[in-house]
Nanobody, 123 residues
Framework: QVQLVESGGGLVQAGGSLRLSCAASGRTFSTYAMGWFRQAPGKEREFVASITWSTGSTAYADSVKGRFTISRDNAKNTIFLQMNSLKPEDTALYYC????????????????WGQGTQVTVSS
């Protein structure tokens, strides 16, 4: 129903910054919130940050609080993730997701997912 395309991943040294983008298209009218998740090899997919579409309310994982900032551009149906002070443990495939439900931190309740963009942080 919703097509999501991530961009902006890459290789960066520890302490550096990256800005991820996710453009949404298709049947987006029922979307309640969008979020970023990440998954490292052999690990579970984990919540990073989310933002509600109408009010812009945000939520962050404790591990990224103070370093990452999620934002949205309603006119462009796009969300962003500004990542500063990156650490090697931030290395993962980052996914953009959209949900029509009101539980933005739960991956199981997200309805549509992007293909992922790789973020690699060297020590």
């Amino acid at each position: 129903q919703v097509q999501l395309v991530e961009s902006g991943g890459g290789l960066v040294q520890a302490g550096g910054s990256l800005r991820l983008s996710c453009a949404a298209s298709g049947r987006t009218f029922s979307t309640y919130a969008m979020g970023w998740f990440r998954q490292a090899p052999g690990k579970e997919r984990e919540f990073v940050a989310s933002i509600t579409w109408s009010t812009g309310s945000t939520a962050y994982a404790d591990s990224v609080k103070g370093r990452f900032t999620i934002s949205r551009d309603n006119a462009k149906n796009t969300i962003f993730l500004q990542m500063n002070s990156l650490k090697p443990e931030d290395t993962a495939l980052y996914y953009c997701a959209a949900t029509r439900h009101s539980w933005p931190k739960l991956a199981a309740f997200y309805d549509d997912w992007g293909q992922g963009t790789q973020v690699t942080v060297s020590s």
